[in-house]
């Protein structure tokens, strides 16, 4: 057993990684917040609007997306891809990042919003249902994305493994951005902040437009709110939410993080304010426990994160006040609607 | 003795929101010209020509797929026209938003959403409100007054789901009450709530029309519509007919309307039955 499981060691697992480092684990935990809380506020509307699938197809259909873009970048840098000969400049430097990060969110959101346009024309203009409509598209893309990199690979820094699992575990490695000499942050978890700060305050700013369009979209309309216009935004800001995150935790992860944050909340509060506390705090917990879970089991990070994401949202699902499976006997619905009623009739007496 | 300030002498004078002159039809709440409507090119609705006045309950009748529901949201604009237009107290709905008060089906929302009651009757308040702004206090009250209008104020914490179906429809219809609308749309209010829902929703129906409101409202239910509506629009894809109350609700009419259906025809001849007895 002890060769399947390494032995647990508190010490290691928990105090070592803190005190004998400098410190580059913060950047992980960090890191792992960031991408899963802008990736779970974002999911908390797919989620409403019954879109997670839509979430999934995105999260894939960003690949061909970025290949385009890393080639262009590679182009633009002087390199010639198409050979894999470099210019001398681009050599110069030893690894050249072909990265480019405004080049990889345009890629990003042309796919992204590639995507859910042909989604809708698939599923309007035949007999093809949505969520077949999603099926074809997003595995096309994928497809598609998957020829590209290897088509590129070795000519760009683009690889599968990276794709599909990402590299969060490493992210102190990258370089730095620094101010006036002094290193910051690692640049990801910097431009990773930065999103979950934009997704936050993007929330906060158009809440009210959010909350009519998925809740009646009917009314949203009739109040002059355009939910096509807010369905096409959402799909641009999740486009741009999963091209941050991929890096981190690779194309399919970054599913269970628009999906297990939102969902466990729903499990716990029917405020959607507290929902995305809730967000907040499940991603923390999330980062920093699947960390230490990484470092026990000696797997990769990203995937660590989701399974403790996961088992929140099983202690949520059993334990949940309202809906547990655990402690739903306790207050069943219509003993509740009862007791409330009284107290309605009390009240208007 | 010193004389009274003038404002303590004579009531107030709120201004009266005058209909503007300068816009042809601004005195007709709904007025609309040739209207077609089609899914899939098939037409649902069919050169519908139409003036609602002011001050008037209508009730939509028509059987199932006459197009009630597709008329309101052609009126919303919430459907693309295939010819025709529609013109909200003489101007297109789009410059009309905050004069339109809207009661949708009550199955055309997932109810599991996490909201309170009170959350939704203030998303009533949107309209009045620019891009960005919160729902301030006076909003808050206004949604207050609404929710006790239809006798739903202790429910405002609870969480939608936890509610029966006729409160839900009175949750909306406080919604709709919130929009402070001089015309109100209402997709099928009385659908599967109970009596005393039904009764409470007609007493607001009469209220807002005594307060000079216009209000179409789709219905299903023969024998009622009757009694609730002075006037009736019967449908089924084309307008069949439009007006007062007691002069369209007849026999040659209803059967124009429903068509060679027998079980409703039947329920067509009970009701004028009632009618003339």
Known sequence: ?349 | MTPLPKSQIEPEIVPFKAPNPSVPGASCPLEIHDLTVAYHQKPVLWGIDLQVPPGRLVGIIGPNGAGKSTLIKAVMGLLPLSSGWVKIFGQPYQKQLRRVGYVPQRESVDWDFPVNVMDVVLMGRFGHLGLFRRPSKADREIARECLEKVRMLPYANRQIANLSGGQQQRVFLARALAQESDLYLMDEPFAGVDAATEAAIVEIMHELKERGKTLLVVHHDLPTARNYFDMLLLLNMRLVAFGPTEEVFEYELLQKTYGGRLTILSEVADAVRQKTS
């Open chain 1, 1 to 349: 057993m002890n060769e399947l499981i390494p032995a647990f060691s508190f010490r290691q697992v928990f105090i070592e990684p803190w005190s004998e480092t400098g410190g580059d684990y913060l950047w992980v935990v960090l890191m792992g917040f960031f991408v899963t809380a802008a990736c779970g506020m974002t999911g908390v509307y797919l989620i409403l609007r019954r879109m997670a699938l839509v979430g999934d197809a995105i999260s894939h259909s960003v690949l061909p997306g970025l290949a385009v873009a890393f080639l262009a970048g590679s182009l633009i840098a002087g390199g010639d891809a198409s050979t894999g000969h470099l210019a001398e400049t681009g050599i110069a430097g030893g690894h050249y990042d072909f990265r480019n990060p405004t080049l990889m969110f345009i890629g990003a959101l042309v796919a992204g919003v590639l995507t859910t346009l042909l989604i809708e024309l698939i599923h309007k203009k035949s007999r093809v249902k949505q969520d077949a409509a999603i099926g074809i598209t997003f595995s096309s893309l994928f497809a598609i994305g998957v020829i590209l990199v290897s088509l590129f690979a070795g000519k760009v820094d683009l690889d599968a493994d990276c794709v599909l699992y990402g590299e969060i575990g490493f992210v102190a490695f990258q370089p730095f951005a620094t101010i006036a000499g002094h290193e910051l942050t690692p640049w990801p978890v910097l431009r990773m902040g930065v999103v979950f700060l934009l997704t936050a305050g993007l929330i906060g700013v158009f809440y009210k437009e959010l909350l009519v369009s998925s809740f009646d979209a009917g009314l949203a309309s009739s109040l002059g709110i355009n939910p096509t216009w807010v369905h096409y935004s959402l799909m641009c800001w999740l486009s741009v939410v999963v091209v941050s995150a991929f890096e981190a935790v690779g194309a399919i992860l970054v599913i269970a993080m628009l999906i297990l944050p939102g969902a466990t909340a729903a499990l716990l509060t029917h405020r959607l304010p507290v929902v995305f506390i809730l967000v907040l705090i499940h991603s923390a917990i999330s980062s920093l426990a699947g960390l230490h879970l990484a470092l026990w089991l000696e797997c990769p990070t990203a995937g660590a994160m989701v399974v403790v994401g996961a088992m929140q949202f099983c202690l949520a699902w059993m334990f949940s006040p309202e809906q547990g499976l655990l402690t739903r006997g306790r207050r069943s619905r219509v003993e509740g609607d009862l007791v409330d009623r009284h107290k309605a009739e009390a009240a208007a007496g």
